[in-house]
């Protein structure tokens, strides 16, 4: 049988890591078995829904280079793939349960359900709405919500992560199908769309797990053959006791591209969340999840969200992607440079000397913005510094001066000639280098880090460092 997998969002709003997730596996397990992988749009809910949240999912997965094989913008045999334009068929496939007993119109007001539940949680009891079936119903239409006619028993399932499991009859409900508004609820259309479109795996959260008596009872008396089930463990706040929201400080992956995230790093992290192929390895680009994907592999357990190892794995993606091909990363970093940094050429510079110390694109804002204008002197910066508090003024200046002079001699301004002199000042001071490097970084640069002070020196070009450290100098009122 082909393999048919899906990733069905709703367009309620921003695309939470989470629901990223939940498209990876699907993705994965397709392209392994060279199946079919569907973007299906579960827009049912109007209440719910966001301008906007459908192109935003699409940009989402195509920038994780997610493209699915049938679904908006491309033509397949399921379609259509927008729920909301599917209501005939749901329509369809409910007269048939009405037609074998199995669904009913129930016209009872929303505030006599609510009484139903009011009592229920008096008399302390689950609250189950086929305890409250009207006896006598009219002939369903649009306009009156449809549920289905429970006829609770005993299940046994088999999940790919979580085993064989058994659902008593108290897990199944009467529950709404259509809505008064004509369109369905999740809990029939997402049957009837992925039998329709031969889905063969349904990869989804654990918070499914309890509804999945009501999913196998509608299975069954639709006369249809049950796909196979992955439910996903949650992803965890970072303390590990509660399921990741909002409020734990996890953004939207559209956050995440905006801070500089690449989607190479982005993919790899949320695959490996709760899930490993057994090996030390860290770093896997698209392929190799393709290739060493593997259900069985899920963890149980819900996984830890740690954004510190996504900054990192973002790290060691800029390192990987460099060495491939350092014109195409650098190219994919325009958006992140500083305002004054307009010319390419220098920027090229300065990138191929800072690379390997970013950890994210949104490091080049406030890494590099004194190779493009010259930095404000802050001499408390120097004063306070670690290593060079420990000089007076006039010590601070007499080494400037003797950089200055050194420097001055250097007719091939290049970062193997500058390395070399500079070893040969070290020596000449008498100073440890993180006195004398750290005088000059600080004065060329005034920031919290730079790349090494030889390929600094080298880019900044000379008249540029002699005229700031000069400035230093000047400011210190030593000239």
Request: aromatic residues 10%; negative net charge.
């Amino acid at each position: 049988m082909k393999t048919v997998t899906r990733f069905a969002p709703s367009p309620t709003g921003y695309i939470h890591i989470g629901n990223v997730r939940s498209a990876i596996y699907p993705y994965l397990i397709a392209k392994q078995n060279h199946g079919t992988f569907i973007l299906r749009i579960e827009d049912t809910d109007q209440a719910r829904y966001v301008e906007g949240a459908t192109e935003l999912i699409k940009d989402t997965l195509q920038w994780l280079g997610l493209d699915w094989d049938e679904g908006p913008d491309k033509s397949g045999e399921h379609g259509p793939y927008f729920q909301s334009q599917r209501r005939d068929i749901y329509h369809g496939w409910a007269q048939r349960l009405i037609a074998a007993g199995r669904a009913y119109a129930d016209p009872t007001p929303s505030d006599t359900v609510a009484s139903y539940r009011a009592e229920a949680n008096r008399n302390k009891q689950a609250f189950l709405y086929r305890n409250y079936r009207p006896a006598d119903t009219p002939d369903w239409q649009p306009g009156i919500p449809l549920r289905f006619k429970a006829i609770p028993k005993a299940y046994d399932y088999h999940d790919e992560v979580f085993g064989d499991l058994h659902l008593g009859p108290e897990t199944q409900d009467d529950i709404i199908l259509i809505k008064a508004d004509g369109l369905p609820t999740y809990n029939f259309a997402h049957i009837v769309d992925d039998a329709m479109m031969g889905v063969t795996h349904i990869l989804r959260g654990q918070e499914y797990l309890p509804s999945m008596g009501n999913y196998l009872a509608l299975y069954e008396a639709l006369g249809l053959t049950p796909p196979k089930f992955v439910h996903l463990p949650h992803i965890l706040a970072p303390t590990g006791n509660k399921k990741l929201g909002k409020r734990d400080g996890a953004k939207s992956a559209d956050d995440y591209r905006r801070d500089g995230i690449l989607p190479e790093a982005m993919l790899n992290f949320l695959a490996c969340l709760g899930w490993n192929d057994g090996s030390e390895q860290e770093l896997y680009s698209k392929q190799e999840l393709i290739d060493k994907f593997d259900v069985s592999r899920i963890q149980r357990a819900g996984a830890r969200y740690d954004e510190q190892k996504l900054i990192w794995l973002n790290g060691q993606w800029i390192r990987r992607l460099y060495a491939e091909d350092p014109e195409s990363l650098f190219a994919r970093s325009a958006a992140f440079w500083p305002k004054q940094a307009t010319n390419d050429t220098l920027k090229r510079q300065v990138f191929s000397i800072i690379y390997d110390r970013l950890k994210t694109f949104n490091d080049l804002k406030t890494m590099t913005s004194y190779f493009f204008a010259d930095p404000t002197v802050d001499l408390d910066m120097i004063t306070s510094n670690k290593a060079l508090k420990k000089l007076s003024e006039t010590e601070l200046c007499n080494l400037l001066h003797q950089s200055v002079a050194k420097l001055q001699t250097i007719d091939d301004w290049s970062a193997t000639t500058l390395q070399d002199t500079l070893n040969e000042l070290l020596a000449e001071s008498g100073q440890k280098p993180m006195v004398l490097f750290g005088l000059i970084r600080l004065g060329v640069s005034f920031a919290a880090f730079s790349p090494a002070l030889h390929d600094t020196l080298a880019v900044l070009g000379k008249n540029t460092t002699l005229a700031r450290l000069n400035a230093v100098i000047a400011a210190f009122g030593r000239d």
